[in-house]
């Protein structure tokens, strides 16, 4: 592999309204001990669980609050700080394994049965991982806005340009609708609206990056050697049992519709949707419909 081929694996990361009182409102962050650290987490709504992987960077406090008030309308929907991240405690995994077995980990400390899983981004890489080691203790698994390994065949690697931006020490604004929206105006006007939901009424401190460089650079590594194969994920892929639901922006700058083939045609019984004019965080823009398929799917 290229140095060059190297330095762009290097950096990853990753409008409807929300009800009249929306479940996130009721929610508090508690803390519990996992993998030997305290792990933050939020709890909302009820019904059959489901856990959320965040992406590259993310923290609880990136998921946008009417997606999670939408998903949570017929869910408990659990999200949380891994290891390192955020406001958890520890150090953060060297390997998306290690993150794999600190959700899992989350998931039996508080007792979930058979719990659904939903992994964003490098989320999604992560319950790649969860879902082929642990896919017997799982319920159903949402990859959205996410990829295989490089090694899987139809794969196109992450533009430089998307890398270089993500991996930026602070990001603005106009950084954010590059990284997660689409081109048109539509799309713009609706990352606008999330990047103020998730700021509380201000964009620049939704797009604030809320974890640290140190954490980037160990997340960074340990994407690179998944992204590469040098981990070993890819091989894992044809063991998933749970059944897969796979889904995308048609506009993801970061893992263009390819991936998203790639990823559906190499999981047993696993199917895929694509969102129109929408990119990297189309489910922040496409609240409702994504909600409604998740739902759907989960249900099953």
Known sequence: MTQT???????LAGAAAAATIPVTAQANVKHMQVAGAEIAWESHGSGAPILLLNRFRGTISDWDPAFIDSLAHHHRVITFDSVGV??????????????ADVAIGL????????????????GGMIAQIVAAKYSARLGRVVLAG???SYRTAGTVPAPQEWLATAGKEINTAEDMHFLFYGE???SRAAGLASLERIGGGDAAAGAR??????TLAVQAAATRAFLTGEDGAFETLGRISSPVFVANGDQDRAFQVENSLALARAIPNAQLAIYP????????????????????????
Not at 277 to 300: K, P, W, Y
Request: negative net charge; without cysteine; proline residues 4%.
């Open 209 to 214: 990056a809320k974890s640290t460089m140190a």
């Open 5 to 11: 081929r190297r330095d762009t694996l290097g950096l």
């Open 277 to 300: 004019n929408s990119g990297h965080a189309f489910h922040f823009q496409h609240i409702e419909r994504f909600t409604s398929d998740v739902t759907r799917f989960l249900a099953r």
């Open 184 to 186: 048109s105006e539509s």
């Open 86 to 99: 955020g406001e958890s405690g520890g150090e953060v995994p060297e390997t998306l394994e290690g993150a």
């Open 146 to 148: 996410t990829t295989p």
């Open 107 to 122: 998931a039996d400390a508080l007792g979930l049965e058979a719990p659904n899983i939903l992994g964003w981004s490098m």
